[in-house]
């Protein structure tokens, strides 16, 4: 296969013919984004809700949002950036014509994208959503909510939630930030996916100031009109553990699995309950450890003895990772307690030390021991004794009539102690965790099952953090920004499909993996980019003499690329007639 990256790369060769021209045109892996775009629907619902009714536009606004989420899906580029990054492409698998890529300037997709904040967005999402339920045969009895921050660099001054034509838009505020940035601007992301694949199923973006404890009602009740009832599974983290939502949730005859905060009445119930009590542990699940010699994992379930304060099931879970990582994680904790008393003890010494008083030392302690989040463990005492010296009243060898004056300065000594009876408490509940439903008929370890599912849906928020590149946004406008965040959903939707449609191929064929790692190593669980990336530098080359093409030499894929298609079901002629009108 030719590796020329160049939109037109022209080698003359002159021969008893005359002089040959090779030019060559960039296809990548955009034939499979395009197949799965196709079954999504996408290009479809994109014309019925940006309809092309205005002579004066050059790129109709469907193809101009297609090419946006292909970008996205392919190699994010800034929107300021389409139009080059376009360019090297077979037109037509942009929806494009020959020369149209020059036309994919920031302020068209800018304009574009007020037509796409504009539009019926919820309905288009809806139609494409429900078009890949039934496309694709998406199981969505078991749906994961879970939020994300997007966080911007900037002040966005004018993204404060004002309306555009009658709609909110989104503001972008300081709020408890995920990525750790509190001192950045931030919007909310809500994503909730499948637990077939983990399919996107809907988003939400809301104010950075939004708290995640608020979303979960409408979050469902957008789910309930999707999927057209309200009986479907609906797993989230300790924030749906609230009283409002599970019993919104309840009341519809929904049904919930979340894990229970540490310090609720259910949680400090079972602590105190397993003092004296041995819990049957039932075994859940069991898996190999990751090294040669390692322990099995181990997942036990207990249901406990009592229903939680709202009359629902409690599903305590103990794992064996988790564990070793309290054990491991209080044992730190300890030594860095005991070592910051020991810092402290050398900073009261000192000659420079500001430390004069009872009441400052104990301050200072306190502050120590919270810092090492060793509170719970470690606890101190202060000692006080006084130094008493004499020093002469005035300069001078001393002699048998010198004055001296006596002076006395306290002394502070800080002793720590290990808490050991908090230590015993929390060593007896090492590794559990509690999960709470309204279900009657799961088992616990099917509980327990939907839960762990959780991890996937993270995956999907790496995924718009990492290859979608969401952030940093170079766009000002919020609108705009909500109409971007609608493409990368889109992009996320494509990538899963892709991901998913690999995956259960390879398990129908029993295949345990594909080598698309350097050196050929195998890997069990395909990602979109991983996927998509080895299709990257296939090209269709011309051979054109006085004008004309003499011969057209199509991208000659590997037996990898082969095989790769053939499990995404992807027809190898979908690179032969690329881009073919």
Not at 61 to 67: E, L, T
Not at 242 to 267: Q, W
Not at 315 to 324: E, G, L, T
Not at 568 to 581: D, F, I, N, Q, R
């Amino acid at each position: 296969m030719l590796t020329d990256t160049a939109n037109c790369v022209k080698e003359d060769a002159v021969g008893t013919s005359g002089k040959f021209e090779l030019s060559s045109e960039l296809i990548g892996c955009l034939p499979i984004v395009q197949h799965f775009l196709a079954r999504m629907g996408v290009a479809e619902c994109l014309e019925r809700h940006l309809p092309d009714n205005d002579a004066r536009l050059r790129l109709a606004p469907a193809v101009v949002i297609g090419a946006v989420v292909r970008n996205i899906v392919v190699s994010h580029r800034p929107v300021y950036a389409i139009g080059e990054w376009a360019a090297p492409y077979v037109p037509g698998l942009l929806g494009l014509g020959a020369g149209d890529a020059l036309a994919l300037n920031d302020d068209r997709v800018g304009r574009m994208l007020d037509r796409l904040f504009d539009a019926d967005r919820a309905t288009l999402v809806t139609e494409t959503v429900l078009s890949v339920i039934r496309n694709f045969a998406v199981d969505v009895s078991q749906l994961h909510n879970d939020s994300t921050t997007v966080t911007f660099t900037g002040s966005y001054t004018s993204a404060d939630g004002r309306a555009r034509g009658g709609k909110a838009t989104p503001a972008i505020r300081h709020g408890h930030n995920k990525d750790f940035r509190p001192d950045l601007k931030q919007l909310l992301f809500i994503l909730t996916v499948s637990a077939d694949g983990a399919v996107p199923i809907a988003y939400r973006a809301t104010d950075g100031s939004t708290s995640d404890d608020l979303t979960h009602i409408p979050t469902w009740d957008e789910l309930a009109r999707l999927v057209g009832r309200p009986d479907f599974l609906y797993v989230a983290d300790s924030k749906l553990c609230s009283s409002e939502a599970m019993g919104h949730i309840a009341a519809r005859k929904g049904r919930f699995v979340t894990v229970v905060p540490h310090g609720r009445k259910e949680d400090t119930f079972f602590r105190d309950w397993a003092q004296a009590h041995a819990p049957a542990w039932q075994d859940a699940e069991r898996r190999k450890g990751d090294r040669i010699g390692d322990p099995d994992r181990v997942w036990r379930t207990f249901e406990a003895p009592v229903p939680s304060t709202d009359g629902y099931r409690v599903i305590w879970v103990h794992s064996s990772d988790k564990a070793a990582r309290d054990s491991a994680t209080r044992s730190a904790r300890i030594e860095a307690g005991l070592a910051a008393i020991d810092a402290l003890q050398s900073r009261i010494e000192s000659p420079k030390s500001r430390l004069k008083t009872r009441v400052a030392v104990e301050q200072a302690t306190t502050a120590a021991l919270a810092e090492a989040r060793a509170a719970r463990y470690v606890e101190f005492s202060v000692t006080e004794s006084t130094e008493v010296s004499f020093l002469q009243e005035r300069r001078g060898r001393p002699g048998e009539a010198t004055r001296y004056r006596k002076s006395e300065k306290p002394v502070f000594r800080v002793e720590a102690k290990v808490r050991a009876e908090n230590v015993a408490y929390d060593a007896v509940t090492d590794g559990c965790f509690p999960l709470i439903t309204n279900d009657r008929e799961m088992t616990p370890a099917e509980v327990l099952a939907a839960y762990r599912y959780q991890p996937n849906l993270e995956r999907r928020h790496h995924m718009l953090k990492g290859p979608q590149d969401v952030a940093p946004v170079f766009v000002e406008n919020p609108h705009r920004i909500e109409a971007l965040l609608l493409c990368h959903f889109l992009a996320m939707l494509t990538e899963a499909l892709i991901e998913r449609e690999i995956r259960a191929s390879m398990k129908t064929e029993e295949i345990a993996g594909i080598p698309l790692y350097p050196e050929l190593r195998n890997c069990p669980a395909p990602s979109a980019p991983r996927i998509l990336e080895i299709f990257n530098m296939a090209q269709r080359h011309h051979l054109v003499s006085n004008g004309e093409v003499v011969q057209v030499f199509e991208p000659e894929l590997t037996p990898l690329q082969q095989k790769v298609l053939e499990l995404l079901h992807v027809p190898v002629s979908a690179y032969t007639s690329a881009g073919a009108s």
